[in-house]
């Protein structure tokens, strides 16, 4: 096992980067650090300027003065299949063999060749017949441009994860919750119950779509808005300002509605009364967890504890260090830092 890992976490405004180190049994927050996403580099999780992103890694890590090579890199796109399937008991080669032949039955893409799909799989449980498998899978064409950014930016490729599943790595003690990281243009939900996988949705609604309902709603050009998100209560974004509040209403719409479709369809799963039956908590991260008042809308709407996610306190950090304002961005890149300690 590696002594220290990076976790990186390319998103379409910014690339964050977090050093995480072995220290007795537990793990600490190192290092940490961000920069700007070049522009017309990055798009919906697609990358578009391989070059240009590796050269933002490489002046990160500089910046950071971090001599760590070993990195997990994390995805997050609509084009990644992550399934549960059940199958017969067997050996690991002959499982191997057997989800390689029946990939066709379970991604839902159309390929030529099995060569042409990159697919990991984790044994959640097993009884004495039959095991339960989560398949994660995509073509090739998706993740070789990430392997590209981090060859070129002089970094080791220990592990490509999901970045919302490495998540529960940051709240260990909270064995079911729902993480919702609100991003750029995307919106991710992920819910673990018992450290077991159970929902997982992305939403194409971001800050983005949030600034531009502010902009509208307060005639404001987009950095002014952005510094007003930051600045007021969500409520009182959403009442105050004399322009048209249609596009911030539906965005606060669509996102209450989404969060709560997900958990609504998660408790009827579980055959549950009540969401509190099999969720213990809600936790936000990214960038929108720091809107003030977020968390408190979320909480009226969904009926249980929602709080946003400080990974600087929870995992912990060296004494010297001083947290970020922004706390709850790192919380992806956190996580996938400890992921690659596992290794």
């Given at each position: 096992?590696?002594?220290?890992?990076?976790?990186l976490d390319?998103?379409?405004?910014?690339?964050?980067l977090?050093?995480?180190?072995?220290?007795?049994?537990?793990?600490?927050?190192?290092?940490?650090?961000?920069?700007p996403?070049?522009?017309?580099?990055?798009?919906?999780?697609?990358?578009?300027?391989?070059?240009?992103?590796?050269?933002s890694?490489?002046?990160?890590?500089?910046?950071?003065?971090?001599?760590?090579?070993?990195?997990?890199?994390?995805?997050t796109?609509?084009?990644?299949v992550?399934?549960t399937?059940?199958?017969?008991n067997?050996?690991?080669?002959?499982?191997?063999?057997?989800?390689?032949?029946?990939?066709?039955d379970?991604?839902?893409?159309?390929y030529?060749?099995?060569?042409?799909?990159?697919?990991?799989?984790?044994?959640m449980h097993?009884?004495?017949?039959?095991?339960?498998?989560?398949?994660?899978?995509?073509?090739?064409?998706?993740?070789?441009p990430?392997?590209?950014?981090?060859?070129?930016?002089?970094?080791?490729?220990?592990?490509?994860?999901?970045?919302?599943?490495?998540?529960?790595?940051?709240?260990?003690?909270?064995?079911?919750?729902?993480?919702?990281?609100?991003?750029?243009?995307?919106?991710?939900?992920?819910?673990?119950?018992?450290?077991?996988?159970?929902?997982?949705?992305?939403?194409?609604?971001?800050?983005?779509?949030?600034?531009?309902?502010?902009?509208?709603?307060?005639?404001?050009q987009?950095?002014?808005?952005?510094?007003?998100?930051?600045?007021?209560?969500?409520?009182?974004?959403?009442?105050?300002?004399?322009?048209?509040?249609?596009?911030l209403?539906a965005?606060?719409?669509?996102?209450?509605?989404?969060?709560l479709q997900?958990?609504?369809?998660?408790?009827?799963?579980?055959r549950?009364s009540?969401?509190?039956?099999?969720?213990?908590?809600?936790c936000l991260?990214g960038?929108?967890?720091?809107?003030?008042?977020?968390?408190?809308?979320?909480?009226?709407?969904?009926d249980?504890?929602?709080?946003?996610l400080?990974?600087?306190?929870?995992?912990?950090?060296?004494p010297?260090?001083?947290?970020?304002?922004?706390?709850?961005?790192?919380?992806?890149?956190?996580?996938?830092?400890?992921?690659?300690?596992?290794?």
């Amino acid at each position: 096992m590696v002594k220290s890992c990076l976790g990186l976490d390319i998103g379409h405004a910014t690339i964050k980067l977090v050093e995480a180190q072995r220290k007795g049994k537990g793990v600490v927050i190192t290092r940490y650090g961000s920069i700007p996403t070049p522009e017309k580099s990055y798009l919906k999780s697609k990358i578009l300027n391989v070059d240009g992103i590796a050269q933002s890694v490489r002046t990160l890590v500089k910046n950071m003065g971090t001599t760590t090579k070993s990195v997990c890199l994390g995805l997050t796109s609509s084009e990644i299949v992550i399934k549960t399937i059940t199958m017969p008991n067997m050996q690991t080669k002959e499982l191997e063999q057997a989800l390689e032949f029946e990939l066709h039955d379970h991604v839902g893409f159309a390929y030529n060749s099995p060569k042409e799909v990159a697919f990991s799989y984790d044994v959640m449980h097993k009884d004495a017949t039959q095991q339960t498998i989560l398949l994660v899978a995509c073509k090739r064409e998706v993740i070789e441009p990430y392997m590209s950014i981090v060859d070129k930016a002089g970094l080791d490729l220990a592990i490509i994860d999901i970045q919302a599943l490495a998540l529960p790595r940051v709240s260990p003690q909270i064995r079911s919750s729902c993480f919702i990281d609100i991003g750029s243009l995307q919106t991710t939900i992920y819910i673990q119950q018992n450290d077991e996988f159970k929902v997982y949705r992305i939403l194409p609604l971001g800050m983005e779509h949030l600034i531009n309902g502010l902009s509208e709603a307060y005639s404001e050009q987009y950095a002014q808005s952005k510094a007003l998100l930051f600045k007021e209560d969500i409520s009182d974004l959403m009442t105050n300002g004399t322009g048209t509040k249609g596009t911030l209403r539906a965005f606060i719409g669509q996102l209450v509605g989404g969060v709560l479709q997900t958990l609504d369809f998660f408790r009827a799963q579980e055959r549950a009364s009540n969401i509190d039956e099999v969720l213990d908590s809600v936790c936000l991260v990214g960038g929108v967890a720091h809107v003030k008042g977020i968390d408190k809308l979320l909480n009226e709407e969904v009926d249980i504890s929602v709080e946003v996610l400080n990974p600087f306190t929870v995992v912990g950090c060296t004494p010297d260090m001083v947290a970020p304002l922004d706390y709850a961005t790192y919380a992806s890149a956190t996580g996938l830092a400890i992921r690659g300690l596992e290794q």
